[in-house]
């Protein structure tokens, strides 16, 4: 019991963690129609600022200018690409992210090397007891912070002129252009925002009990676009739920590793897929997705 | 007017003699093929081995990028799953063809069945997988394929890793001789000269390569040309249309599925055939990126892109590895420039976003643009990848131009 | 309420489309709240409406597209409402789209050619190797697609992509293709829209030719009202997804409803205009047929 329990704890903590990142994924396909394959590498970009920014400029600075970076490479990316692409086909401007992934993740990986670079977290490494359940620090830390944000995301979302700008955009973008609704500046928001949520994820990631930043950070962040998908490319919603889903499968998967041996080591790895999988199996367009009303 | 209609149009086919099936072609095409090929098959007796090695793996390189731009590019469906179906030939190929025994701390085991035909069952076992996840590939949207299939890749590693017996783990195994009714691609038997040239296992491979890209590129060429191939670019540009025009939408999206695994199967056991080995970090999702980069350089929807595309980018690694010392910026790994590798990645994402920008055509779209240069300046006809690329299709309003893809 | 004057020959193997209380919900929204009419074997039947009326609806409920909540659309012993749109394209037929939905890089032939799918066979592996039977349908079915494409005028662009081409010619491009399926029945979704004076009246004529040549019925959703009257047989009118008026073009533009759902909307039928064309209309349908059959 106590360890399902804690299994539990740490699913959701790791959860929070991909909803952070599936969110801003699920934002940017809302506001420009592009699936980013560029997160994973956003990501450890933000990781990777920190980290080296750490020593210098002292923890917390180094969060925000870290975040900062990854906030505007996003919205470099935004500007320089895919605002020159608006109504080429989604599958170029995913083929697109690709190209500018495969760049900046070559650089990253050049950079660290084979050194593991250290995240200097002020909460360090160790963990908190809540009854006999045990959860690192950082993780606790992790779900506060991402649960303020994402609450924080909703509220702007439905409330803000951004939001309502967004969610029009999203619902029928030629409509909303004509109700004065800057498409571009919708989505350069969008993907601003996303950076700034790949950067806080970034932060937590690679903390306890994560060693720290290495190149394996990029494909702990690709399991997140499993839990956009299997929330609905296109649900804000979704992407919470996903986000908690992946983490707690892959948290259970991983405890119970030695039940499930026969299925080789390291399974928890792929279970966000495998789960994926099975939910596009019966539901094509994800749990909370719209189907595709076809414009003939 | 009717009567002299229905007359003029059957004059006009017949005098012509030419019908709406067969477009006008010109004989430029068929004369560069014969020569690139006479070039082909003659370079063994002039080039290093080194090259025909390079010339082996691109070929193999060639099948790959041929059956994911039918699935990508011509259909519209985004797979990242190309490296995992490399991977089940490959690993088919080794198991079926490759005999049992123990390696290191591995036990290894394989069925020593002819190489032909572990080749032919990669080629079937990576179109059975692909069947088992077509009802997946074939109901979702192009775009939620693409993050589906990602998790086909890390599902293709785990197995790599894991399933030691047949894969050879962590550290892979080795792959078994090609041979075809007991002529063996190796470097003797039987020992081989041709013009006192020894054709050794780099030249027989080349040419064995050789016959798999050609018949690659044959088959998909003739299947665009056709009923199917007109069904799979109309779904691209409009599934609505193509399902209204009669086509079973799910059942061909599932078929060029199929076909598109079918042909990385080959590609895959190509490979083995090439490395001479496999292991798991050989189909990881750097693979899949880098077939996507083929495909998009080459020119998205073009057959002959596909293969101008996987010879740039298979062959551009290893020309920076051979000429690290030569080329710019690029040094061996450790002296402060870029490892070769790295180096032809950048070059790589680049290339990729300047030509969705720039050239949604790709390669395939340059050579076009030169050779209407030459034949009638300012004729503009564009290509079917421009129109992949840019435009899903013409939904045209009466005051606006063609679509993007069409000006170009 | 018989059958109006329709073509001579009418095909033996068309059978009237019977719309019976056909509902379609988005939503909490109603797009067509039972509507039912008739198309007569071998008329051309029109559907008009003010914007948002529920044409395209009725269109993509009778291709499949969009599936009816209630109702029912029979054509003959096949029940529309519940085929998916392949099957429904197989059993003969066809539409044309108002967005055109062309594959702007393929030629003019192979855009028609698609029309040829459900009449043809090659499969893949046929069509890979190019086996004699794939080429020797290839060339059977691109003769009569000359044929088609010359019948609308396309004969000389057979080989240009659709993307250069104009937007007229797009749009008989559009037409050709449903065309070629060799429909019974032929639904036409705005063939004219955004034509010029002269492309439209040869899109009509072409209409005429098509239903008095090959005696399939022709459904037509269309905004302009001269080709409507002209060329109808029946005109069924709807208005916020319900259906206001059925009957000839004469009974339909007296209908007070009708003229009170146009003049509602700004969108005016001018009785003068309107007559005259059916006038002309009258006199168009005589022609000889054309149509290559």
Aim: a neutral charge; charged letters at 15%; hydrophobic letters at 50%.
């Amino acid at each position: 019991m106590t360890q399902f329990l804690s299994l539990l704890l740490n699913g959701i903590s790791l959860g929070a963690i991909y909803a952070l990142i599936a969110l801003g994924f699920v934002v940017i396909f809302k506001a420009s129609e592009v699936v980013s394959f560029t997160h994973g590498s956003l990501l450890l970009l933000g990781a990777y600022s920190i980290a080296r920014l750490s020593e210098p400029l002292g923890f917390y600075l180094a969060v925000v200018v870290g975040v900062a970076i990854t906030a505007f490479a996003a919205f470099l990316i935004e500007r320089l690409i895919i605002n020159r692409l608006r109504g080429a086909p989604v599958i170029s401007l995913a083929i697109v992210t690709i190209g500018v992934d495969i760049i900046l993740l070559t650089e990253l990986i050049r950079r660290i090397g084979s050194d593991i670079l250290n995240v200097p977290h002020p909460w360090g490494g160790g963990s908190v007891r809540i009854g006999d359940v045990g959860i690192s620090e950082n993780r606790l830390i992790a779900t506060l912070v991402a649960g303020v944000l994402i609450a924080l995301f909703f509220l702007a979302f439905k409330f803000s002129n951004w939001g309502v700008a967004m969610r029009a955009s999203a619902e029928d973008g030629e409509t909303a252009a004509l109700m004065g609704i800057r498409l571009g500046r919708v989505s350069v928001l969008a993907w601003v925002i996303a950076g700034v949520l790949a950067g806080v994820a970034a932060l937590f990631l690679v903390g306890s009990p994560t060693p720290g930043v290495s190149p394996t950070a990029y494909s702990v962040a690709l399991r997140a676009f499993p839990a956009a998908i299997l929330g609905g490319l296109d649900s804000t919603g979704g992407a919470l739920v996903g986000g908690l889903l992946i983490g707690l499968a892959e948290s259970f998967a991983a405890g119970y590793q030695d039940q499930l041996l026969f299925l080789g080591r390291g399974f928890g790895d792929v279970v966000p897929y495998i789960v994926m999988i099975a939910v596009l199996l019966f539901r094509p367009s994800g749990l909370f997705g719209t189907r595709e009303l076809t414009r003939v | 007017m009717s009567e002299s209609t229905a007359t003029a149009a059957r004059g006009a086919t017949r005098s012509t003699g030419r019908t709406a099936a067969g477009p006008r072609r010109s004989l430029l095409r068929p004369l560069l093929l014969a020569v690139v090929l006479l070039v082909a098959l003659a370079l063994p007796l002039y080039v290093e081995e080194f090259w025909l090695r390079t010339g082996f793996a691109v070929c193999g390189a060639v099948v790959g990028a041929i059956g994911l731009n039918l699935l990508v590019g011509t259909t519209g469906q985004l797979s990242l799953a190309h490296a995992f179906f490399l991977a089940v030939g490959a690993v088919t190929y080794v198991f079926v063809s490759g005999e049992s025994g123990g390696l290191g701390l591995a036990d290894l085991s394989g069925l020593a069945w002819p190489p032909v035909v572990g080749m032919i069952a990669g080629v079937l076992l990576a179109g059975l997988a692909g069947l088992l996840f077509s009802p997946i590939a074939a109901r979702l949207r192009g775009i939620y394929l693409g993050v589906a299939s990602l998790g086909l890749v890390f599902i293709g590693q785990h197995v790599l890793n894991s399933w030691t017996q047949v894969t050879g783990g962590f550290n892979g195994r080795s792959a078994p001789e090609f041979s075809l009714f007991g002529f063996t691609f190796g470097n003797t038997d039987p020992d081989l000269y041709v013009l006192e040239v020894p054709f050794r296992e780099a030249e027989r491979l080349w040419y064995l390569g050789l016959v798999l890209a050609l018949g690659a590129y044959l088959f998909a060429r003739n299947l665009l040309r056709s009923r199917p191939g007109r069904a799979l670019q109309t779904l691209r540009d409009s599934e609505v249309a193509a399902s209204v025009m009669g086509v079973n939408v799910q059942r061909y999206k599932a078929r060029v599925f199929l076909v598109s695994s079918m042909y990385a199967g080959l590609a895959g056991v190509m490979y083995a055939l090439s490395i001479g080995s496999i292991a798991p970090e050989s189909f990881g999702l750097e693979v899949s990126i880098l077939y996507l980069a083929m495909i998009v350089l080459g020119g998205l929807g073009s057959v002959g892109g596909a293969v101008l595309g996987a010879l740039f980018v298979s062959a551009l690694p290893l020309v920076f590895q051979r000429y690290a010392d030569v080329v710019p910026l690029v040094g061996g790994s450790g002296e402060g420039g870029l490892a070769p590798g790295e180096a032809a990645r950048f070059l790589f994402g680049l290339a990729i976003i300047l030509v969705i920008l720039f050239q949604p055509a790709g390669l395939a779209g340059l050579a076009d643009r030169f050779r209407r240069r030459g034949r009638d300046p300012g004729g503009g006809r564009p290509t079917s990848a421009s129109a992949a690329a840019t435009s899903s299709s013409t939904t045209a309003v009466p005051s606006d131009p063609p679509a993007q893809g069409s000006t170009s | 309420m018989s059958a109006p004057a329709a073509a001579a020959d009418v095909r033996s193997d068309v059978p009237p489309v019977l719309v019976e209380g056909v509902t379609v919900r988005f939503g909490a929204i109603t797009a067509l709240s039972e509507v039912s009419f008739t198309v007569e074997p071998g008329t051309i039947h029109a559907i008009i409406g003010p914007n948002g009326a529920g044409k395209s609806t009725m269109f993509n409920v009778l291709s499949g597209v969009y599936r009816a909540a209630e109702g029912q659309v029979r054509f003959g012993e096949h029940r529309l409402d519940r085929m998916r749109p392949y099957q429904i394209a197989g059993i003969g037929v066809a539409r044309s789209f108002q967005n055109i939905a062309l594959s702007a890089g393929q030629t003019v032939a192979e855009n028609l050619m698609l029309g040829r799918h459900h009449l043809t066979r090659a499969g893949f592996v046929a069509a890979g190797l190019r086996l004699p039977r794939a080429t020797r349908e290839g060339r059977v079915h691109g003769e009569r697609v000359a044929e088609i494409a010359e019948f609308l005028e396309l004969g000389d662009k057979l080989h240009t992509p659709v993307g250069v081409l104009s937007y007229g010619d797009q749009k008989r491009v559009e037409v050709a293709r449903a065309l070629c399926t060799e429909p019974r029945l032929l639904l036409l979704d705005e063939p004219v829209a955004g034509m010029n004076a002269e492309e439209t009246d040869r899109m009509a004529e072409a209409v005429v030719e098509i239903r008095s040549a090959l005696g399939i019925s022709v459904l037509l959703v269309e905004h302009d009202m001269g080709m409507v009257m002209s060329l109808a047989d029946r005109v069924t009118v709807l208005d916020f997804g319900r259906r206001i008026a059925d009957g000839t073009p004469a009974e339909v533009q007296r209908d007070p409803e009708v003229i009170r759902a146009y003049l509602g909307s700004g969108d005016e039928i001018d009785p003068a205009e309107a007559a005259e064309a059916a006038a002309s209309g009258a006199s168009s349908s005589s022609e000889t047929p054309g149509m290559p059959s």
